[in-house]
């Protein structure tokens, strides 16, 4: 797979987003194109969530590059949601409107066989979703759950400890960091980080205990 570029820093970020609004639009058009090449990290690891839904990785970050570019194109600083958590909601949008127009353009009986079990008795669709029931609840939970962790961050983290937390735990670009390597980032301690992560820790657990979204 592609090796992309490193995600711009959080202060990097913030001055291409600016640069969006020049009324240059030679700069402009430049501040786009950085800000969805060093998202493209951010592409890759949600197109990995689909990568057993028979699709060519390849043509999932193709697809899955075409929300990063509408996301960079119509974000809205004033709105409150950072870039990261509003290109990645346009980016899993875009992907699951691909599956479910594939979906819909196929008609599979849930009695067709599909093939045969280790006994060599016929084995079908219906008889494989009945086995992973389970794991497909599962798999939703797991999913509404990372949705409301988004949420909860905007809503009861300050900037500072929703900064740290998306760093902590690679809530922007799919890779964590350790709380000397945000320290060394932030500009200030490795303790200090610590305490900022298990306060907000504190504050996000204490929020799904209260929605009782975590079964």
Known sequence: MKTFQKPLTAEEETCYIQML???DSGRAEEARQILIERNMRL???IAKKYQNADEDMEDLISIGTIGLIKAVSSYDSDKGSGLATYAARCIDNELLMLL?????TK???LYEPIGTDKEGNEISLLDIMEQ???DIVDSITLEQNIVRLYELSE???SDR????IYMRYGMWNGEESTQREIGARLGI???YVSRIEKRALKKLREGFEKNQTIP
């Open 21 to 23: 609004q020049d009324q």
């Open 43 to 45: 592409v890759a690891h």
């Open 100 to 104: 479910r127009k594939k979906k819909n």
């Open 107 to 109: 008609e599979v009986s």
């Open 132 to 134: 992973e029931q389970k």
């Open 155 to 157: 809503n009861v983290l």
């Open 161 to 164: 400890e929703k900064e740290i």
């Open 189 to 191: 301690s490795r303790s």
